[in-house]
């Protein structure tokens, strides 16, 4: 054979067999196609299955609607039906009222009538008799002389009751009670949360994590904010938050502190956000099922505002380690009834422990003793003595008893009562305006702390103004007072984070506490040791014990946590009487806990 031969040979044979491997290569191939086939119907089948159950959700989602609508409407109705009970129920009794008291008047009016008549009556009969009798004869007028005296004399010691013309009738309406009440009772929207995790919130182009966004806010919280122009500091190259309305950019460090941190809390101390004025930062929402296969638009403009607002309301974080503390009584629930309160705004405990409480939309004064049982209560809404409008704190004269009541607008005045809640005397309506906080010194005297105007105002019990000044240097939002033995004032201020600290002249002494340490204080106490206690409402209840020179003494804070806090006061076993905006008291013990002196050291704040 020759070579040629050989080598077509070996050339047809090795394409025989390049052949016969790409025949095989193309048979797997095949073989994979046909399984990713069966795959993808399995996959299909499995898909169907899931649309029917997206269906089956949806239909009984939609079902779920139109129930809820319906319930929202049927319970709309009812209360429209109750409403409508009411007001009639209202106007019935009003015209009861309005009925009795003119039947009243009536007969009042025709016993005037019937005195004057037999005065005239009398008076021309004498008249008369005069007239036509000569005047030797006038000596016989002395006849009649009793049956003239008697009806003249029941004349004229018939004495009209004056306060009869005088009563009032009005109809005093509590908006705010209402509102409140209707959004406790009138329901809720109840959806169970998807049970999937949704993916992290990331930047359009996919590269950035929602770690990203907080690792930002953790770098900016640790800044402190500058006290002279009240705005974060950042540096130029810190982050930059998109602004889905107007496709814009703003640089957090141009956020500014004071404007928003007013307005907010101004809204919050009249009761209309809950919890701390930054609380609403902490609410979260339940993603939809769609969320992942919408734009990112919307999930950005709800992070960027919630950022914004972070940062322009969070104080510095406290730097203070806290001792745990529990509540070992708590009393209280929404509602009328004895026991039960719609604004428990201030709080008060008298020598015998027993704990006083300001139900303020409710117009009226309640009792409780040490443990929380109901006692007795004083007080209904009007503007006559013995009535309360819209009572907002509460102090006591420890040497007799007396209960010392201030009323915000529109009457913003005190009222004294004794011990059993019998009226004594009111007064101040004529220079008080927006009383906030009111205590007792050692001699009686009366101290009042005005927010808005800051003004502090020293009365007697008599009602005698002894010594006012200003504080508007000083003071940002006053909401509680305390007096020691020294004649020294001491005020928390909420909106400051601190305890400010004046004499009786209104010269400013000193300050206790501090951003960082007694952030959003609602009250201050003075115990039998002297010291000073400053509860705060931020994150947990707080409580901060100091010296009166302002050294720290202990920190504590409460292993549960409230919603807005109102007022605070002190009890004889060192324990904390706490007025929460859930319609309860609470009362936390405090002592028992190691110093801080080292964590203290440690901090560098003191």
């Known amino acids: 054979m020759s070579d040629n031969q050989v080598i077509v040979k070996a050339d047809m044979k090795d394409k025989e067999t390049k052949d016969k491997s790409h025949f095989k290569q193309s048979i797997d191939e095949m073989d994979q196609i046909n399984n990713l086939i069966e795959e993808g119907k399995a996959k299909a089948n499995e898909l169907n299955v899931t649309l029917k159950t997206i269906e089956h959700i949806t239909d009984r989602l939609h079902h779920q609607y139109t129930k809820a609508q319906n319930d929202v409407n049927d319970t709309f109705n009812f209360y429209v039906n109750q409403l409508d009970e009411c007001k009639s129920e209202t106007l019935k009794e009003l015209d009861d009222i309005y009925n009795s008291k003119l039947v009243n008047l009536n007969h ?25 009798s000569s005047s030797h004869d006038t000596c016989e007028l002395l006849l009649f002389k009793q049956l003239i005296e008697a009806p003249l004399l029941q004349i004229r010691n018939f004495e009209p009751d004056i306060n009869i013309p005088k009563a009032e009738l009005e109809f005093v309406s509590n908006y705010q009670a209402i509102q409140t009440s209707v959004k406790n009772t009138y329901g809720y929207i109840r959806s169970s949360s998807t049970e999937s995790r949704q993916p992290p919130i990331s930047r359009p182009n996919g590269v950035s994590s929602f770690n990203q966004h907080t690792n930002g806010i953790d770098s900016l919280l640790q800044k402190r904010f500058n006290s002279s122009n009240n705005t974060v500091t950042a540096n130029n190259n810190g982050p930059v938050i998109s602004n889905g309305a107007n496709n814009g950019t703003r640089s957090l460090s141009n956020i500014s502190l004071s404007d928003s941190i007013a307005t907010l809390y101004e809204k919050w101390s009249i009761g209309g956000l809950g919890g701390s004025p930054d609380s609403s930062l902490y609410t979260n929402s339940t993603p939809s099922i769609s969320e992942p296969f919408n734009s990112l638009s919307d999930p950005l403009l709800d992070l960027s505002t919630k950022l914004t607002s972070a940062i322009s309301l969070l104080p510095i974080k406290s730097q203070i380690k806290r001792q745990k503390m529990i509540y070992h009584c708590k009393f209280g629930e929404f509602g009328i009834l004895e026991g039960q309160f719609t604004e428990p705004s201030g709080v008060s405990v008298n020598a015998q422990n027993d704990i006083i409480v300001a139900d303020t939309n409710n117009h009226r004064i309640q009792i409780f003793d040490k443990e929380g049982r109901f006692k007795f209560q004083f007080g209904e809404c009007g503007k006559r003595d013995g009535q309360l409008l819209y009572p907002n704190r509460v102090a006591v004269v420890k040497q007799s008893g007396d209960i010392i009541v201030t009323e915000r607008s529109p009457t913003h005045q005190i009222q004294i009562y004794n011990q059993y809640g019998q009226f004594v005397r009111k ?8 009383p906030r906080g009111v205590t007792v010194d050692n001699k009686g005297q009366i101290i009042v702390v005005e927010c808005k105007v800051m003004r502090v105002l020293i009365f007697d019990q008599m009602g005698n103004v002894l010594k006012k000044f200003g504080c508007s240097a000083h003071l940002e939002f006053p909401n509680g007072v305390v007096v020691n033995d020294k004649q020294e004032i001491f005020i928390s201020d909420n909106r400051a984070h601190c305890v400010k600290v004046f004499s009786y002249e209104g010269h400013f002494l000193r300050q206790i506490g501090g951003e960082g340490l007694t952030n959003y204080p609602i009250g201050v106490c003075i115990n039998e040791a002297g010291e000073i206690l400053v509860a705060d409402n931020h994150n ?45 008291i609470y009362i936390y013990r405090y002592l028992g806990v190691e110093s801080l002196a080292q964590a203290v050291a440690t901090s560098g704040i003191c």
């Open 108 to 132: 009042l009016y025709s016993k005037v009538i019937e005195g004057v008549d037999k005065v005239k009556q009398i008076a021309m009969f004498v008249d008369r008799f005069k007239k036509f």
């Open 427 to 434: 007064f101040g309506a004529n220079i008080l305006q927006h």
């Open 540 to 584: 947990n209840f707080n409580i901060t014990v100091f010296t009166q020179d302002g050294q720290l003494i202990n920190a504590l804070e409460s292993k549960v946590k409230h919603a807005q806090c109102f007022d605070v006061a002190l009890m004889d076993d060192n324990s904390v009487v706490l007025a929460s905006k859930d319609y309860r």
